[in-house]
């Protein structure tokens, strides 16, 4: 292998993004190699410059970009500096692509059979729109699509996103590329679905011998399905080398932080509720609750789905209960209506023996004090025209509640944000500031129960390890419970003491984690376990030494 | 160990804030910077600059007409009638020997307050309809929104003459009537807006805070939607001068001798063959008014005004 020149060879590459106020170095001296048939995982947190790898290889700089220094070379052709005319030519037909976001990359008005067709045409690898249209099915079934020729004919919005992944999958391999570039391909779809494209993947570039550069953010994915590990930090790659190694015994201190902070589930599970001398005490109980939403169909019709169907639970106090599912199964729907942000069909929400569902509105928002939310999209739920400081007072000021400044100084100390922090905006903060400030906000009322709707998904590894811990602390400190929604079942095990698991709006299993997960009863259980990236069941005794998954153990032992 | 994991969180997003802000000096320094490049940018533009020197001439006649123009408008003098433009009367003079610059100086005062009152009116009344189809929903909204559909499906000028001939005439029944006119508009915009904030979740964030709906709307919704309904208000001078301009040529605005743009393009119109400025001067006025607005709200629009 180390005889045959790499297929792709990335060397010393610089670039730089012009803004109006400054020039912001993306890339400053990324380095690294793509034998053929092999996959590379480029690995690093947002902003590390990885993307900007992918668009540079694929000359695909967007404008405001200044020309590329360094090498890019492809099966010993040199990239950098080549017409945009020659570029072209290379696209497509010895560099496929498959972007982010399924939904957004595909051409809303066209049909994805014509889409796929597109690419052999520019390239003549066909003759006539006929058999344009014949190959187009053909790469559709390749690409893991049952019915191809029906789905030629739909429209991206009448697929799920797994689907319009795979036609992205077709376009990228329909001119029979030598290397493939997969810029966070899964990131967007659930981990079932995840892991089939990821099988699809490299089924396809084992069979071919194509070569694959796989971006990610996630080193459980990197871990699992590329050989070698690139890891990126700030516009550099820091190291490079075997996935093993790089995961088992990284040598750079980024690389060290990253695979501590990853969440993993054989890191040490929550611990249990703090057992009061009068034992369990129900803080909330969920009983039949249901809600049903009318859809309208394509065909003018109109469907109702249940979104959530006959859910019960029930939360003791100092208890943290976390409910999985994947997107669609009604675990948003649920922390609605356990917030009262809407109102639930049928069933009873019961807080402390009050039920929130039949509650008159003017006792609701005295009770409100007493369960609070942080969600997923941290910049999204706090006010652009807000400071810090309006936005955590701002449950103070609506019970009226004196002293605040100093209650939001020691709020801000409560969740480790400087005091400097008081005055910004949202704009002017980070990821991880702007989840600490709604749990600050949500904090401010000490309430008794949280609601966490996936409040770390949108966040890179580190920072999640940061909040969790953040969670973890407040939760032992003030005696809080948890509702905790999240499709990251390594998370969940993390942080919660029992699991709800969710599937089209149904409560297929609950119990204990520790229980759930080490011996899953139901078949959805099992599959979402199986399709972890990493393949880390539970307590595994397994798992052979020397290998990337016992490597990640090793090092969360230390934690 | 634990603690290293928080550390590191705090690390990292301590370097953001680095990043983010930065000392107070240089966050001035940038603001400086900043209007700095905002009047490169102006200079690199040069239309947009002529647009807001005019505007800025124009409320200038608006706001002291006496200082532009030394002559009075309505004082007439039948051996001065139809004189060109000249260094006397810049403008030349009207039938009745009026001098025709100071009367477009004060006309345009009279269309410009009537022009902003329309659109005033339009503003509070459209936005209050809207958010409040917006944000209380139901068959509030129903009913709000098919009434307004039913507005917007009639023609502005001619709502507007429906309304002016109830109303009875004068310039600032033409600008109630104008304004009507311009409800819809901003009764749907704001509707927009608010729905878009009202899903937001930090609407949700403040409902589960326990704010009552009254606050809401004015802390959360009013100053979040505000930013584009400005920039609609700001395109809308420009028509409702305009229209207020029709009506008025139609003669249902100031009853003359009063100077009024509108009023003074359609009596020149008896004199097109022989006092061409009679018709020109007004008329041109008017329409630098509605080009200069609409050009500087589209530069508005563009920059995205954002709060």
């Known amino acids: 292998m180390s005889e045959t020149p790499p297929l792709l060879t990335v060397r010393d590459l610089r670039v730089s993004y012009r803004t109006r106020r400054s020039t912001v170095d993306a890339v400053r001296g990324a380095s690294l190699t793509v034998p053929a048939g092999e996959t590379v995982a480029l690995v690093g947190e947002s902003g590390s410059g990885k993307s900007t790898v992918g668009l540079a290889v694929l000359g695909l700089l967007p404008e405001g970009a200044e020309p590329v220094t360094g090498s890019i070379a492809l099966g010993g052709r040199e990239l950098v500096g080549l017409p945009d005319r020659e570029l072209r030519g290379v696209r497509g037909r010895e560099i496929g692509f498959v972007p982010q976001d399924p939904k957004a990359s595909l051409n809303p008005v066209q049909r994805v059979g014509a889409q796929v067709a597109e690419g052999l045409r520019i390239h003549r690898l066909v003759d006539s729109r006929a058999e344009a249209a014949r190959r187009a099915e053909e790469l559709l079934a390749d690409a893991g699509l049952p019915e191809p020729a029906r789905v030629a004919q739909r429209f991206p919005h009448e697929l799920s996103g797994g689907m319009c992944q795979r036609v992205l999958i077709a376009i990228a391999l329909a001119g029979q590329p030598r290397l493939l570039v997969a810029d966070e391909p899964t990131s967007a779809l659930d981990v079932t679905v995840q892991r089939r494209i990821l099988d699809h993947l490299a089924e396809v570039t084992r069979d071919a011998g194509t070569g694959l550069l796989l971006i990610t953010h996630d080193l459980a994915v990197a871990a699992e399905r590329a050989e070698r590990i690139a890891v990126m930090s700030a516009g550099r790659v820091v190291e490079e080398g075997p996935s093993a190694r790089v995961i088992g015994a990284p040598a750079h201190a980024y690389t060290r932080e990253l695979v501590a902070a990853a969440p993993s589930m054989a890191a040490p599970a929550a611990p249990a509720a703090a057992v009061r001398a009068e034992g369990p005490e129900t803080l909330l109980a969920v009983e039949d609750l249901r809600k049903v939403f009318q859809v309208r169909l394509p065909n003018g019709g109109r469907e109702r789905v249940a979104a959530v169907d006959g859910v019960s639970f029930t939360l003791e106090r100092g208890g943290s209960l976390g409910i999985v599912g994947e997107s669609g199964s009604g675990k948003s729907t649920t922390a609605q209506l356990l917030l009262r942000l809407d109102r639930p069909d049928s069933g009873r929400v019961v807080l402390d023996g009050v039920d929130l569902a039949t509650v008159r509105p003017a006792r609701l928002r005295r009770l409100r004090r007493d369960i609070q939310p942080v969600f997923q999209d941290a910049y999204g739920s706090l006010d652009p025209t807000f400071t810090v400081e309006e936005a955590i007072a701002e449950p103070l000021a609506a019970f009226g509640v004196g002293g605040r400044a100093e209650r939001v100084a020691e709020l801000l100390d409560l969740v480790r944000l400087p005091s400097t922090t008081r005055g910004r905006r949202p704009t002017e903060l980070s990821g991880g500031q702007r989840q600490r400030v709604c749990i600050a906000r949500a904090l401010a009322l000490t309430p008794r129960l949280l609601v966490l709707d996936e409040p770390v998904s949108a966040l890179d590894v580190s920072v999640q390890a940061g909040i969790l811990a953040l969670l973890a602390r407040l939760r032992e400190e003030l005696g809080l419970s948890y509702v905790f929604i999240s499709h990251d079942l390594a998370v969940v095990r993390q942080v919660c003491d029992r699991v709800v698991v969710m599937r089209r709006g149904k409560v297929v299993e609950s119990g204990p984690v520790a229980e759930v997960f080490a011996e899953p009863r139901h078949p959805y259980t099992r599959e979402l376990l199986a399709a972890i990236p990493g393949g880390l069941r539970a307590p595994a005794p397994a798992v052979t030494a020397g290998t990337a998954n016992a490597a990640i153990p090793q090092e969360k032992r230390l934690t | ?307």
């Open chain 2, 1 to 307: 160990m634990p603690m290293t994991v928080t550390d590191t969180d705090t690390d990292t997003d301590t370097a953001g804030t680095a990043e983010a802000t930065g000392a107070p000096q240089e966050r001035e320094h940038a603001a400086r910077a900043r209007i700095g490049a905002a009047l490169r940018g102006t200079a690199r533009r040069p239309w947009l600059l002529l647009a807001a020197l005019y505007l800025g001439l124009v409320l200038a006649w608006t706001v002291a007409p006496g200082v532009f123009a030394h002559q009075d408008p309505l004082l007439t003098d039948a051996s001065r009638g139809l004189r060109p433009p000249g260094a006397e009367h810049w403008f030349g003079t009207d039938n009745l020997g009026r001098d025709l610059y100071s009367r477009v100086v004060h006309g345009t005062r009279t269309s410009l307050v009537a022009g902003l009152l329309a659109v005033a009116l339009a503003l509070v009344v459209g936005s209050v309809l809207g958010a409040l189809a917006g944000y209380l929903g139901g068959w509030i909204d129903q009913v709000l929104m098919r009434v307004v559909e039913v507005l917007i499906i009639i023609p502005g000028l001619l709502l507007s003459l429906a309304v002016v001939s109830i109303l009875g005439f004068g310039t600032t029944n033409v600008a109630i009537a104008v304004g009507i006119a311009g409800i819809p508009g901003f009764a749907r915009v704001v509707r927009a807006e608010v729905l878009r904030i009202k899903g937001s979740a930090y609407v949700q964030a403040a409902v589960t805070s326990g704010r009552r709906t009254p606050a809401i709307l004015l802390r959360h919704i009013v100053p979040n939607a505000s930013p584009p309904v400005l920039v609609l208000a700001a395109l809308d001078i420009g028509g409702a001068v305009l229209s207020i301009a029709a009506l008025s040529f139609l003669g249902y605005g100031a009853a003359p001798p009063a100077p009024e743009l509108g009023a003074m393009v359609s009596q020149g119109r008896d004199y097109m063959s022989t006092a061409w400025w009679l018709t020109t001067f007004p008329g041109l006025t008017i329409a630098l008014v509605v080009l200069s607005t609409s050009r500087i709200a589209r530069a508005l629009e563009r920059s995205g005004v954002s709060s």
